[in-house]
């Protein structure tokens, strides 16, 4: 299995509050992404790292924000929660694109009340 | 608008039957299908997959079919295993969107003893 954790697991937070959760792995894979997984909506793209500091958006991006200092740490930042983005979060990692071979993470369930 | 679409959300088989999980495209761009098995409380874990050039891949028990005039992609599970209950996802990717994956809301799949 591919080295990657996500913490925290398990959230509850308030509306208005900050929110950052991490991935880190130990594969040294270039690629790194953000899922949110919602019933009904499959995964859908928030954002993800092509290297150190490269970042771009994905599909549902708005009221997230992302960070990669290091190749093994992808922060996402949520910097006022609200109740629509209550959802489970999953990390992933690639070493290549063109596969679409992706190696998770065992997800972040984050509850805004 | 989803491009990709699983329309049965959930579908029960007998063990030691075929399984047979469907997937539908809009987009003549994708060229690369994958297949994910995702078990509760964990991340998808990456099954098969098929590029657009291909109608079949087999690894094992699963194999899946392409039809590109359709827009139709199925796995195939034979025989099925208790194992393989799971929600399985199809996602696609093209060249021209930097194969950003789009994924489909997934299919439960219980097998029966």
């Known amino acids: 299995d591919a080295g990657i954790t996500q913490s925290p697991r398990h959230k509850v937070t308030e509306t208005g509050t900050p929110v950052t959760l991490r991935c880190h792995q130990t594969?040294?894979?270039?690629?790194m992404y953000w899922y949110r997984q919602d019933p009904g909506h499959g995964l859908r793209l928030i954002h993800y790292s092509y290297g150190v500091k490269d970042t771009d958006k994905g599909e549902v991006s708005d009221g997230y924000s992302v960070s990669r200092s290091k190749t093994e740490d992808f922060l996402l930042t949520l910097e006022s929660a609200t109740s629509s983005q209550t959802s489970v979060y999953f990390c992933a990692i690639s070493r290549d694109r063109g596969t679409g071979e992706l190696f998770f993470g065992e997800g972040s369930r984050l509850t805004v009340l | 608008d989803q491009q990709v679409k699983q329309n049965s959300p959930s579908l029960s088989v007998q063990e030691g039957r075929i399984s047979i999980l469907n997937c539908d495209y809009t987009?003549?761009?994708?060229?690369?299908f994958l297949w994910y098995k995702k078990y509760p409380a964990e991340g998808p874990t990456f099954l098969i997959s098929i590029s657009s050039i291909k109608d079949k891949n087999e690894d094992g028990r699963f194999t899946v079919f392409l039809n590109k005039s359709a827009k139709h992609l199925s796995l195939h599970i034979v025989p099925s295993q208790p194992g393989d209950s799971a929600v399985y996802f199809c996602?696609?990717?093209?060249?021209?969107?930097?194969?950003?994956?789009?994924w489909g809301a997934g299919t439960k799949l219980i097998i029966k003893p």
């Open positions: 987009n003549s761009m994708f060229d690369y």
């Open positions: 996602a696609a990717s093209a060249r021209g969107s930097n194969y950003q994956l789009i």
């Open positions: 594969e040294n894979h270039r690629y």
